[in-house]
Protein backbone atom coordinates (compact mmCIF):
# COMPACT_ATOMS: atom_id res chain seq x y z
CA UNK A 1 0.00 0.00 0.00
CA UNK A 2 1.18 3.85 -0.63
CA UNK A 3 2.12 6.47 2.35
CA UNK A 4 3.19 9.96 2.15
CA UNK A 5 4.43 11.02 5.37
CA UNK A 6 5.36 14.57 6.62
CA UNK A 7 6.53 14.32 9.51
CA UNK A 8 6.50 17.77 10.26
CA UNK A 9 3.14 19.15 11.71
CA UNK A 10 3.96 22.64 11.80
CA UNK A 11 6.83 24.72 11.30
CA UNK A 12 6.98 28.93 12.57
CA UNK A 13 9.38 30.89 10.52
CA UNK A 14 10.24 34.61 10.58
CA UNK A 15 9.88 36.66 7.02
CA UNK A 16 12.77 35.89 4.45
CA UNK A 17 14.01 32.93 6.24
CA UNK A 18 14.37 29.56 4.17
CA UNK A 19 12.31 26.76 5.35
CA UNK A 20 12.14 23.03 3.94
CA UNK A 21 9.04 20.60 4.00
CA UNK A 22 10.02 17.41 4.61
CA UNK A 23 7.97 14.63 2.37
CA UNK A 24 9.01 10.81 2.49
CA UNK A 25 7.02 8.41 0.44
CA UNK A 26 6.39 4.35 0.38
CA UNK A 27 5.61 2.39 -2.90
CA UNK A 28 5.97 -0.41 -4.26
CA UNK A 29 5.26 0.69 -7.97
CA UNK A 30 8.28 1.63 -10.07
CA UNK A 31 6.37 4.06 -11.49
CA UNK A 32 4.35 6.68 -9.57
CA UNK A 33 4.07 10.45 -9.32
CA UNK A 34 4.96 12.99 -6.49
CA UNK A 35 2.52 16.25 -6.40
CA UNK A 36 2.86 18.58 -3.83
CA UNK A 37 -0.49 21.68 -3.16
CA UNK A 38 -1.01 24.16 -1.05
CA UNK A 39 -3.98 24.80 0.81
CA UNK A 40 -4.57 28.40 1.86
CA UNK A 41 -7.03 29.65 4.49
CA UNK A 42 -9.62 29.36 1.83
CA UNK A 43 -9.59 25.52 1.48
CA UNK A 44 -8.96 25.04 -2.30
CA UNK A 45 -5.84 22.92 -2.75
CA UNK A 46 -3.52 24.71 -5.14
CA UNK A 47 -1.21 23.04 -7.58
CA UNK A 48 2.86 23.33 -6.89
CA UNK A 49 4.35 20.46 -8.38
CA UNK A 50 4.44 17.34 -10.08
CA UNK A 51 7.61 14.74 -10.39
CA UNK A 52 7.18 11.53 -11.92
CA UNK A 53 9.81 8.65 -10.57
CA UNK A 54 12.03 8.19 -13.74
CA UNK A 55 13.07 12.13 -13.11
CA UNK A 56 14.98 12.71 -10.12
CA UNK A 57 16.00 15.95 -12.05
CA UNK A 58 15.76 18.64 -8.44
CA UNK A 59 13.41 21.54 -9.87
CA UNK A 60 13.80 25.20 -9.04
CA UNK A 61 10.65 27.70 -9.64
CA UNK A 62 11.36 31.09 -8.52
CA UNK A 63 12.03 31.41 -4.62
CA UNK A 64 10.52 27.03 -4.21
CA UNK A 65 12.68 24.58 -5.36
CA UNK A 66 12.43 20.82 -4.80
CA UNK A 67 14.70 18.22 -4.14
CA UNK A 68 13.22 14.13 -4.98
CA UNK A 69 16.04 11.52 -4.00
CA UNK A 70 14.70 7.90 -4.70
CA UNK A 71 17.63 6.59 -3.01
CA UNK A 72 15.55 7.75 0.71
CA UNK A 73 11.90 7.86 -0.92
CA UNK A 74 11.64 11.59 -0.29
CA UNK A 75 10.75 14.51 -2.15
CA UNK A 76 11.17 17.59 -0.26
CA UNK A 77 10.22 21.11 -0.81
CA UNK A 78 11.98 24.27 0.14
CA UNK A 79 10.79 27.86 0.33
CA UNK A 80 13.82 30.34 0.40
CA UNK A 81 13.27 33.83 1.26
CA UNK A 82 9.67 33.01 3.35
CA UNK A 83 7.34 35.25 2.72
CA UNK A 84 4.00 36.03 4.99
CA UNK A 85 2.13 34.97 1.74
CA UNK A 86 3.43 31.35 1.97
CA UNK A 87 1.50 30.90 5.39
CA UNK A 88 -0.50 28.03 4.34
CA UNK A 89 -1.23 24.12 4.66
CA UNK A 90 1.00 21.93 2.23
CA UNK A 91 0.42 19.11 1.22
CA UNK A 92 2.75 15.92 -0.55
CA UNK A 93 0.88 13.17 -2.21
CA UNK A 94 1.40 10.11 -4.05
CA UNK A 95 -0.11 8.51 -7.35
CA UNK A 96 0.92 4.99 -8.20
CA UNK A 97 0.59 4.23 -12.13
CA UNK A 98 -0.38 1.05 -11.83
CA UNK A 99 -4.06 0.43 -13.27
CA UNK A 100 -6.15 2.36 -15.09
CA UNK A 101 -7.94 4.92 -12.40
CA UNK A 102 -5.45 7.68 -10.47
CA UNK A 103 -6.06 8.25 -6.51
CA UNK A 104 -3.99 10.80 -4.87
CA UNK A 105 -3.08 9.48 -1.47
CA UNK A 106 -1.78 12.99 0.79
CA UNK A 107 0.31 13.06 3.68
CA UNK A 108 -1.11 14.73 6.18
CA UNK A 109 -0.08 18.28 5.72
CA UNK A 110 2.73 20.58 7.33
CA UNK A 111 1.14 23.90 8.78
CA UNK A 112 3.53 27.26 7.75
CA UNK A 113 3.53 29.93 9.77
CA UNK A 114 5.61 32.92 8.22
CA UNK A 115 5.42 35.76 10.97
CA UNK A 116 6.56 39.51 10.30
CA UNK B 1 -10.04 28.62 -18.53
CA UNK B 2 -11.92 28.69 -15.90
CA UNK B 3 -11.22 26.17 -12.96
CA UNK B 4 -13.05 23.39 -11.12
CA UNK B 5 -16.34 24.75 -9.38
CA UNK B 6 -18.15 23.32 -6.87
CA UNK B 7 -21.85 24.22 -5.61
CA UNK B 8 -22.79 24.82 -3.03
CA UNK B 9 -19.85 26.01 -1.20
CA UNK B 10 -21.57 25.66 2.42
CA UNK B 11 -24.27 23.64 3.65
CA UNK B 12 -25.38 22.66 6.65
CA UNK B 13 -27.77 19.88 7.02
CA UNK B 14 -29.01 17.32 9.79
CA UNK B 15 -28.31 13.85 11.27
CA UNK B 16 -30.14 11.40 8.89
CA UNK B 17 -30.83 13.76 6.02
CA UNK B 18 -28.93 13.44 2.58
CA UNK B 19 -26.96 15.84 0.35
CA UNK B 20 -26.01 16.24 -3.35
CA UNK B 21 -23.32 18.18 -3.77
CA UNK B 22 -22.16 19.19 -7.59
CA UNK B 23 -18.92 19.54 -9.09
CA UNK B 24 -17.94 21.43 -12.64
CA UNK B 25 -14.89 20.30 -14.38
CA UNK B 26 -12.08 22.29 -16.23
CA UNK B 27 -13.30 22.45 -19.77
CA UNK B 28 -11.69 19.70 -21.51
CA UNK B 29 -11.27 17.48 -18.47
CA UNK B 30 -13.17 14.06 -18.45
CA UNK B 31 -11.70 12.44 -15.06
CA UNK B 32 -13.58 13.74 -11.72
CA UNK B 33 -12.45 12.56 -8.36
CA UNK B 34 -14.03 13.51 -4.92
CA UNK B 35 -12.20 14.05 -1.27
CA UNK B 36 -13.31 14.33 2.32
CA UNK B 37 -11.02 16.48 4.24
CA UNK B 38 -11.45 16.13 8.00
CA UNK B 39 -9.28 17.17 10.93
CA UNK B 40 -8.72 13.86 12.17
CA UNK B 41 -8.83 11.87 8.91
CA UNK B 42 -6.97 14.26 6.72
CA UNK B 43 -7.50 14.00 3.07
CA UNK B 44 -8.94 10.80 1.73
CA UNK B 45 -9.88 9.63 -1.60
CA UNK B 46 -13.69 8.71 -1.85
CA UNK B 47 -14.15 7.97 -5.68
CA UNK B 48 -13.25 8.78 -9.36
CA UNK B 49 -15.27 9.16 -12.41
CA UNK B 50 -14.20 8.94 -16.28
CA UNK B 51 -16.64 8.64 -18.69
CA UNK B 52 -19.83 8.54 -16.44
CA UNK B 53 -18.15 5.11 -15.04
CA UNK B 54 -16.61 4.93 -11.57
CA UNK B 55 -13.45 3.94 -12.33
CA UNK B 56 -12.00 3.72 -8.54
CA UNK B 57 -13.14 3.70 -4.86
CA UNK B 58 -12.35 4.63 -1.59
CA UNK B 59 -12.80 3.07 1.74
CA UNK B 60 -16.35 4.92 2.02
CA UNK B 61 -19.35 3.46 2.71
CA UNK B 62 -22.19 2.66 0.41
CA UNK B 63 -23.83 6.10 2.16
CA UNK B 64 -21.72 7.79 -0.16
CA UNK B 65 -22.18 7.62 -3.82
CA UNK B 66 -21.53 9.48 -7.10
CA UNK B 67 -22.45 9.77 -10.64
CA UNK B 68 -21.08 11.77 -13.72
CA UNK B 69 -22.91 12.85 -16.82
CA UNK B 70 -22.12 12.81 -20.15
CA UNK B 71 -20.80 16.88 -19.81
CA UNK B 72 -18.09 15.05 -17.78
CA UNK B 73 -19.95 17.31 -14.62
CA UNK B 74 -20.14 15.18 -11.24
CA UNK B 75 -22.42 14.75 -8.11
CA UNK B 76 -22.33 13.11 -5.09
CA UNK B 77 -24.09 11.83 -2.61
CA UNK B 78 -24.28 11.10 0.98
CA UNK B 79 -27.15 9.82 2.57
CA UNK B 80 -28.40 9.34 6.19
CA UNK B 81 -25.76 12.01 7.27
CA UNK B 82 -23.76 11.36 10.39
CA UNK B 83 -22.29 13.73 12.73
CA UNK B 84 -18.82 12.08 11.07
CA UNK B 85 -19.60 13.42 7.97
CA UNK B 86 -19.20 17.04 8.64
CA UNK B 87 -16.26 18.13 6.54
CA UNK B 88 -14.54 19.84 3.33
CA UNK B 89 -15.30 17.76 0.61
CA UNK B 90 -13.24 18.33 -2.67
CA UNK B 91 -13.79 17.80 -6.14
CA UNK B 92 -10.81 17.38 -8.65
CA UNK B 93 -10.39 16.94 -12.21
CA UNK B 94 -7.94 16.24 -14.86
CA UNK B 95 -7.41 15.53 -18.62
CA UNK B 96 -7.04 11.89 -19.28
CA UNK B 97 -4.91 11.26 -22.97
CA UNK B 98 -6.39 9.04 -25.22
CA UNK B 99 -4.78 5.60 -25.15
CA UNK B 100 -4.41 5.81 -21.14
CA UNK B 101 -1.07 4.24 -20.42
CA UNK B 102 0.65 5.00 -17.56
CA UNK B 103 0.62 8.43 -17.30
CA UNK B 104 -0.65 10.51 -14.36
CA UNK B 105 -2.09 13.45 -15.08
CA UNK B 106 -2.35 16.64 -12.47
CA UNK B 107 -5.93 16.78 -10.65
CA UNK B 108 -6.81 20.49 -10.20
CA UNK B 109 -9.13 20.97 -7.04
CA UNK B 110 -12.16 23.18 -7.01
CA UNK B 111 -13.25 25.39 -3.74
CA UNK B 112 -14.73 22.92 -1.95
CA UNK B 113 -18.17 22.08 -0.24
CA UNK B 114 -17.75 22.79 3.66
CA UNK B 115 -20.87 20.59 5.06
CA UNK B 116 -21.67 20.67 8.61
CA UNK B 117 -24.25 18.10 9.99
CA UNK B 118 -26.00 18.70 13.27
Known amino acids: AQKVTQAQTEISVVEKEDVTLDCVYE???????LFWYKQPPSGELVFLIR??????QNEISGRYSWNFQKSTSSFNFTITASQVVDSAVYFC?????????????FGTGTRLQVTL | KAGVTQTPRYLIKTRGQQVTLSCSPI?????VSWYQQTPGQGLQFLFE???????NKGNFPGRFSGRQFSNSRSEMNVSTLELGDSALYLC?????????????????FGPGTRLLVL
Open chain 2, 92 to 108: ASSWTPLGQGLRRETQY
Open chain 1, 27 to 33: TRDTTYY
Open chain 1, 51 to 56: RNSFDE
Open chain 1, 93 to 105: ALSEASGTASKLT
Open chain 2, 27 to 31: SGHRS
Open chain 2, 49 to 55: YFSETQR
